[in-house]
């Protein structure tokens, strides 16, 4: 009995072991600003997926943006290279009780992009026509 329960450990260990490697697509760090009608966005949210539109498929990056800037690095995820679909939610920056980022300033923003397979800068423009 004391073998069987040695060897189920053994298994379960190697199996967690190999499972938890470095696979997967490589990923890069983007960082750059957002601005909407020329002014920085004050606060919100940017997500950096893989553009399924075009065949590709990937990790979803995101990131925070703060004071107009926002890097993968600080408190986000890095993102794959290749066509992406960046969804940009930009934000008052004036925490309410329900909303930590503050009210909405319009719908999101969805564009995509080229995103070099290093790590890159890239600015975001949100037209104003886009805001409310």
Known sequence: ???????????????LA???G???????HL?????MGGKPVPA???FLGP????????PQGFA???AGKYDTRDGGRGMIGGPLEVTIRPHDGIPGSELPMGKKLGPDFVTTFEAPKADSTKDFEIPRAAGR
């Open 51 to 58: 553009d399924l539109k075009k065949g590709v498929d990937g």
């Open 22 to 28: 470095d696979g997967g697509p490589k990923v890069y």
């Open 18 to 20: 190999v499972g938890c």
């Open 31 to 35: 960082s750059g600003n957002v601005t």
């Open 1 to 15: 009995m004391n073998r069987l329960f040695a060897a189920l450990f053994l298994g379960c260990g190697l199996t």
């Open 64 to 66: 925070f943006i703060k």
């Open 44 to 46: 919100g949210e940017m």
